[in-house]
């Protein structure tokens, strides 16, 4: 597995803080990079496009001043997520800016396209693209993308229904690089489980929502600590494209959620609610089936500290000495 350029830098633990729409800012990105994991965040979250300016600028001025005053425990790179789709009527410029900044990493969504992976390899930069099928993986690589992120089973917002079993191991028969699993991953030891399938990385987004950094309605948060992996509704009736939503959300907004119609996908649009008033992401909240393990409200530095102290504790468990002779 040949990781590449940003991707090389040591991480306390081997986790992408998925970019989360509305709700990634600096603040979450800069803790999530401090405490060694790649932290993201959505180009579009930024708004008008002249705060994605500001973003990047103190995202970049933060973390160098921090690598200064801590050269045992630098920072981690972050990372800014494109929506490569027809309807994003900002990309180019929001692309001009990551070149501007040099972005370490980008991640791109919805579509896979050449000339955003040459703007970003002519910096230096790695582009990492998040798929939901095998075909779409080798479509994001033929394309130049660097590195994929497997969106399985259970991840939070727009998401596939492969099991990440399934997914993992049909992209690593041909695909030797950079790979992330989205998919339910909310504890060390499912980002320990992600590698022993063959990932490189545990890509987690709906645990840091439930942070005190996160630009999420205090609501929003506490749901998620109330909720579990039957809270989960997967619908494409808000968007257009399928994804998994915090049910009581739904039942807030007046709607049964099983028995929600279907959407109509050539009419995607990131910020309706399809056939309903209620808003996407505003209304009707994102979430994947990992949230079982989110009990409170932690610090992003918090909750980075319990996945690393629960990773070791994995590694140690499948390496004592009577699992390695059951193993025998």
């Not at 690598?67 to 929506?83: C, K, T």
């Not at 309807?87 to 579509?111: F, H, M, W």
């Not at 798929?131 to 779409?136: A, P, S």
């Not at 209304?283 to 393990?293: L, V």
Request: glycine fraction near 10%; charged fraction near 20%.
């Amino acid at each position: 597995m040949a990781l590449k350029g940003a991707l090389n830098r040591k991480l306390s633990i081997p986790v992408i803080g998925s970019p989360l729409f509305i709700i990634s800012g600096p603040e979450l990105v800069l803790a999530q990079c401090k405490a060694g994991i790649i932290g993201s965040f959505p180009s579009l979250n930024a708004r008008p496009i002249s705060m994605l300016d500001e973003w990047l600028a103190r995202i970049t001025e933060e973390l160098a001043a921090w690598d200064r005053a801590h050269p045992e425990s630098p920072s981690a790179p972050f990372a800014v997520n494109q929506i490569v789709h027809k309807s994003n009527d900002r990309l180019e410029q929001d692309l001009e800016l990551c070149v501007k900044y040099k972005a370490p990493v980008v991640i791109t969504s919805l579509g896979a396209r050449e000339d955003v992976n040459r703007a970003v390899h002519s910096y230096g930069g790695v582009v990492m693209h998040d798929v939901i099928n095998n075909k779409f993986a080798k479509k994001a690589i033929e394309k130049g993308a660097d590195g994929i992120i497997a969106v399985a089973a259970g991840a939070g917002g727009h998401a596939g229904v492969l099991s990440p079993f399934a997914l993992v191991s049909e992209i690593r028969e041909w695909f030797d690089g950079p790979l992330a699993l989205s998919g339910a991953i909310a504890t060390g030891g499912a980002v320990l489980a992600a590698q022993a399938m063959g990932a490189d990385f545990g890509y987690i987004g709906s645990a840091f929502i439930a942070t005190q950094e996160a630009n999420a309605a205090e609501g929003y948060k506490e749901m998620i600590t109330q909720s579990a992996g039957d809270d989960i509704v997967y619908t494409n009736l808000f968007t257009g494209v399928h994804g998994n939503y915090l049910r009581p959300s739904v039942v807030r907004a007046g709607l049964d959620p099983d028995n929600l119609p279907v959407s109509d996908p050539s009419k995607m649009n990131f910020g309706s609610g399809g056939n309903t008033k209620a808003k996407a992401w505003k209304d009707i909240w994102g979430c994947g089936q990992g949230i079982g393990a989110v009990k409170h409200v932690p610090t992003a530095g918090e909750l980075v500290a319990r996945l690393k102290r629960e990773y070791d504790e994995a590694r140690a468990r499948i390496g004592a000495p009577h699992l390695a002779v059951a193993a025998e």
